[in-house]
C-alpha cells in the first residue's frame, strides 16, 4: 500500500502531537500489549512512496533479535524514512503465527518479514500474494515441507537461511574433543529445522567413530529432564540452532554445567548461555541481507518468485571464556572469544 500524501503526513504528525501531550498528562506512556510492539512512527518526504512491513517473530531470543534488527537497519538504510514495521511477537507459540500473519494479510502490508520457522509456515499458509522473506530459517525445504529443493522457493516466498555449514561443526567437535567416545544430540522435538540438523549431524559424526544419541525435549517443561538424561549418557553435547534451546539456554546450563558436559552450539547465543564452542554465523548479518531483498522487492527492482534464498557469507569460530574456564578448558587459538 502506497501513501503519498501530504495530507497524510500533517495529519500524522498531528495525531503523535496530541499523544504525546496525552500521555504527558498522564505522567508516562502508556504500556504496550504483551508479545508486540507498535508500528515505529516514520516521517516520509513529500511525494515519495512509502511501504508497511509486517514482522513476525516466533520468540524473543539474541539472536532472532539479531536478525530483526539487521532487517530493519538494512530497509532503514536503503529506503530511509520510506518503511513503517509492524512488528509482532509470538511468544513461540504456532498458533499466534497464524493469529499474526491473519492480521497482516487483512491489513493489506506490503511485505512481511517471518523470522524463524513456524512464522515462515504460518506466513505460506496465510497469503500466496502478499511477498514473504523468511530469515533465521535452517532449512526451506525441510520448513515448507518442498521436494526437488533446487535453492529457490518460487511464488511469494524467498528469504535467508542461518544454517552453518554442518560438516564443518561435526569437524569442530572433533578437533576439541577427539577422545569423546558418546555425543548426546539435545534439540526439541517440536522445531522441524531441529530436526533436519541433528540427522544430518548425526551422520557427519557416525562417520568419525562416534556414537550418537539423541535427546529430543517437546518444550520448555522437559527440557531439564531431557538434559539430564543427556549428561548421563554423554562426553559432549551437540545442540543445533534451535530456538526452544535458545530461549532457555539457562535451564540447560544449570543442568550441563554441573554435570561437567561441555556443549557444542549450533550458534553463538546458544554458545553464551550454556555452550563451550560454535561455528556461528551473524544473525545480524543475515537480517541486513533479507531487507537488501526487501527493499529490491518493495522498489520492483527484484521478482521474488525468482529469488533464491541466501545464506550468510561468513562463518566464525568462536568459544565461552565463562563455560570453559568452569569446565577446565583451553581453546586453541583460532576461536574468538564470544563478547
Not at 491489513?107 to 512481511?112: K, S
Not at 526439541?188 to 557416525?206: A, F
Not at 534464498?309 to 568462536?318: G, L, R, W
Request: proline residues 5%.
Amino acid at each position: 500500500m502506497k501513501k503519498i500524501s501530504k495530507l497524510f503526513a500533517l495529519t500524522l504528525a498531528l495525531v503523535l502531537a496530541l499523544g504525546l501531550t496525552a500521555c504527558a498528562g498522564a505522567g508516562g506512556e502508556e504500556p504496550q500489549e504483551s508479545g508486540s510492539a507498535a508500528p515505529e512512527s516514520f516521517a516520509p518526504a513529500e511525494g515519495t512512496a512509502t511501504y508497511t512491513v509486517g514482522i513476525c517473530q516466533q520468540m524473543t531470543h539474541d539472536a532472532l533479535d539479531a536478525a530483526t534488527q539487521g532487517f530493519k537497519d538494512a530497509l532503514n538504510e536503503l529506503l530511509p524514512g520510506q518503511v513503517e514495521f509492524v512488528e509482532q511477537d509470538a511468544g513461540g507459540e504456532y498458533a499466534n503465527c497464524g493469529t499474526i500473519m491473519d492480521g497482516f494479510v487483512a491489513e493489506g502490508v506490503d511485505l512481511i518479514l517471518a523470522n524463524a520457522t513456524y512464522p515462515l509456515q504460518a506466513a505460506a499458509s496465510a497469503t500466496a500474494d502478499i511477498p514473504v522473506l523468511g530469515t533465521s530459517v535452517t532449512d526451506y525445504a525441510t520448513a515448507l515441507s518442498l521436494e526437488d529443493w533446487t535453492g529457490t522457493v518460487g511464488g511469494n516466498i524467498s528469504g535467508t537461511s542461518d544454517l552453518a555449514p554442518l560438516d564443518q561443526q561435526a569437524a569442530m567437535l572433533q578437533e576439541l574433543f577427539p577422545d569423546a567416545e558418546n555425543v548426546g544430540l539435545l534439540y526439541c522435538s517440536g522445531e522441524p529445522n531441529s530436526v533436519y540438523q541433528v540427522e544430518t549431524i548425526q551422520g557427519y559424526l557416525t562417520e568419525m567413530g562416534y556414537t550418537c544419541t539423541q535427546y529430543a525435549f517437546t518444550d520448555v517443561n522437559d527440557l531439564s529432564s531431557v538434559a539430564q538424561s543427556a549428561c548421563d549418557g554423554s562426553d559432549v553435547i551437540y545442540i543445533p540452532t534451535d530456538n526452544t534451546a535458545a530461549a532457555n539456554t539457562e535451564t540447560i546450563a544449570n543442568v550441563v554445567i554441573p554435570a561437567g558436559v561441555p556443549v557444542i552450539a549450533g550458534e553463538s547465543g546458544i554458545c553464551s548461555g550454556c555452550g563451550v564452542a560454535t561455528l556461528s554465523i551473524s544473525y545480524y548479518d543475515i537480517g541486513y541481507i533479507t531487507g537488501q531483498m526487501a527493499a529490491k522487492i518493495l522498489t520492483g527492482e527484484a521478482d521474488i518468485s525468482t529469488m533464491p534464498v541466501e545464506y550468510a557469507p561468513n562463518v566464525t569460530k568462536m568459544y565461552n571464556a565463562a563455560n570453559c574456564e568452569a569446565l577446565g578448558l583451553t581453546m586453541p587459538e583460532d576461536y574468538e572469544p564470544i563478547a
